[in-house]
């Protein structure tokens, strides 16, 4: 690609041609504040914190859309601009509710950082404010307008990256707001709760509902039995509450946590993750040997699941009947695991750590309630289980290595890999392929399955057959594959889906922020986990055919399809 070459603060620099200037001076080193820009999503020059001197020129410039030019001479922190860029800020924050202290993104927030960076000490304008309004309708997630800097991060991941659709900039001039089409409240509106908008929010005008004190109110209550599961991409990125660096597992210390806060059982969704891949497996298998709806499309995420409920609910018959690894936890728990310690399903709290908003919301869902009581009773994403820890004044980093507690502590490498896009796959390859050939595997690390890209395609022999499977993550690669399907342009046998970027390591409950480079150094951390533990397939876990001898019979048997399967409703626009 051509290069051009221009000047930054006295520095040449050279770059692509069709690079703007903000990417020229990332490159050159210089640090250009921004607060609307998503790089290589969202850039509009909307909030014009930007701003940059061009030699020449009359007026400052939005160096987020300005195309560098050769030979242009670029002043990135003259008198003038950082005067504006402080003006910007005092404007901004004229017309923002300032409870810092209290808020949920206080010391974590890109506007409450930047205020501090320029030295804003007082605000010199007053006027009208903008309305507050709380919006809690929804299970998972909560909007404050009065927090909103009308930034547009949310409605573009919502539009061009999730395909969801469920917000948009409404009313014009000072009256402009973010809200649902309708002004609906979110809970009423087809959002799929998995809170990419949360994560991408520079403020705090999108956060993830509290559910900390029922938990707390949980623990306190002598006459409850309360036990939590951590789902896998949980213990790869907790630490980065603490001030540990992106990819460092911390899973025996997160147990080590949990327990001093008080829970009777500390337990392991990876568990349940194994008793998924033997479940929907063998589904897969009968598929393919009975005939069925092809492909057959996995159910773990739950935030695609409300998708395709809302806009392809005729391709539902696709979708594996198996519950998520959570809820096949909640309804084993309270009925194999509550036989087991004399407890019965309404005596029991089962609290979910979840990298996922959208968790919330399954949790709730009526169907989820085969155990004779609520399958799941509370979600807390990775950040309310941190601030938890931190109420309780545990340092987590400090904290011995702690198991976690038998007998639904045990999993396998299989299950680990579900935080990543392709781990599902993955994981049901590593056992439907030894299955069906009665053979191991020559190698378990299906390559093809990992990484980043948006969608993944693959070709494994298993026994006579060609399977073809692809993994998609992100919700708007879903609907390309889902588009495929409708055309009858899919040819494959079975689909993995996560509605977030990257997997569940990108979850919207995960620590903030959660860039693609935060994502690679989480998924390392996941797969070396993998490649660490004894036992790698989800078959081979010894409590796994311990469920099965004592309890459910066997998989896709009478008593598992009753526990651990599920249906789904058809849902409108």
């Known amino acids: 690609m051509d290069k051009i070459t221009l000047k930054i603060d006295g520095k040449d620099v050279a770059v692509d041609k069709g690079a703007t200037v903000l990417q020229a001076a990332r490159a050159a080193g210089v ?33 987020c859309v300005l195309p560098a030019a050769e030979g242009m001479v670029v002043h990135t922190h003259s008198p003038r601009v950082r005067e504006a860029r402080k003006t910007i800020l005092q404007l901004m924050l004229s017309d923002h509710r300032m409870e810092c202290p209290t808020c949920t993104r206080n010391m974590n927030c890109e506007l409450q950082r930047l205020a501090k960076e320029f030295g804003i000490v007082d605000i010199p304008f007053e006027g009208a404010k903008s309305p507050l309004r709380i919006d809690d309708s929804s299970p998972a997630l909560v909007r404050d307008t009065s927090k909103c800097i009308l930034c547009l991060r949310c409605v573009t991941v919502c539009h061009e990256i999730q395909t969801v659709g469920a917000l948009y900039p409404a009313h014009r001039g000072f009256a402009t707001m973010v809200t649902p089409a309708f002004d609906l409240p979110l809970g009423e509106a087809a959002c799929v709760n998995c809170g990419q908008c949360a994560t991408v929010c520079p403020v705090g005008a999108i956060v993830e509902k509290d559910d900390t004190e029922k938990v707390w109110h949980a623990l306190a209550d002598p006459n409850k039995y309360v036990v939590v599961q951590t789902a896998p991409a949980i213990r790869a990125a907790i630490g980065e509450e603490f001030g540990q660096a992106p990819g460092v597992a911390v899973t025996g210390k997160m147990v080590a946590a949990l327990r001093r806060l008080g829970f009777d059982k ?12 033997m479940e929907e497996g063998t589904e897969l298998l009968h598929r393919l040997e009975e005939g069925g709806p092809l492909p057959m499309i996995t159910s773990c995420s739950p935030g695609w699941i409300k998708f395709i409920e809302h806009f392809y609910p005729d391709l539902l018959k696709h979708v594996s009947s198996c519950k998520s690894p959570q809820q096949m936890f909640g309804a084993v728990a309270k009925t194999w695991f509550a036989e087991q310690i004399g407890k019965k399903a309404q005596d029991m709290v089962v609290v979910s750590i979840m990298p996922c908003t959208a968790k919330k919301f399954e949790a709730q869902r009526p169907e989820m309630d085969d155990s004779g009581a609520p399958d799941v009773d509370i979600v807390l994403t990775t950040r309310e289980a ?35 896009t392709g781990g599902v796959m993955e994981a049901a390859l590593r056992t439907v392929y030894e299955i069906v050939t009665k053979t191991q595997l020559p190698s378990l690390d299906f390559e093809e399955v990992r990484g980043f890209a948006g969608i993944k395609e693959a070709t494994v022999k298993v026994g006579d057959l060609d399977v073809k499977v692809a993994a998609a993550s992100g919700l708007g690669n879903a609907r390309k594959l889902m588009d495929a399907i409708r055309d009858g342009k899919a040819d494959y046998h079975f689909i993995e889906i996560m509605a977030c970027p990257g997997g569940c390591l990108g979850g919207g409950g995960q620590p903030i922020p959660t860039t693609w480079a935060i994502r690679e150094a989480r998924a390392k951390a996941i797969y070396d986990e993998d490649k660490r533990l004894p036992i790698r397939k989800s078959h081979e876990n010894p409590f796994i055919k311990k469920i099965y001898d004592e309890f459910l019979e066997e998989p896709l048997g009478e008593k598992s399809h009753s526990l651990l399967h599920t249906h789904y409703t058809k849902r409108g626009v």
């Open 31 to 63: 640090t250009i504040p921004t607060l609307c820009y998503l790089e290589g999503v969202h850039a509009i020059g909307a909030c014009r914190m930007c701003v940059v001197e061009i030699k020449g020129a009359r007026t400052l410039q939005a160096s």
């Open 386 to 420: 941190a601030r938890m820890i931190k109420q309780a004044g545990i340092n987590l980093l400090e904290l011995e290595d702690e198991n976690f507690d038998d007998p639904m502590g045990e999993s396998t490498g299989a299950a680990v890999i579900f935080g990543a």
């Open 266 to 277: 500390v337990f392991d969704t990876q568990f349940t993750a194994d008793l998924t891949i």
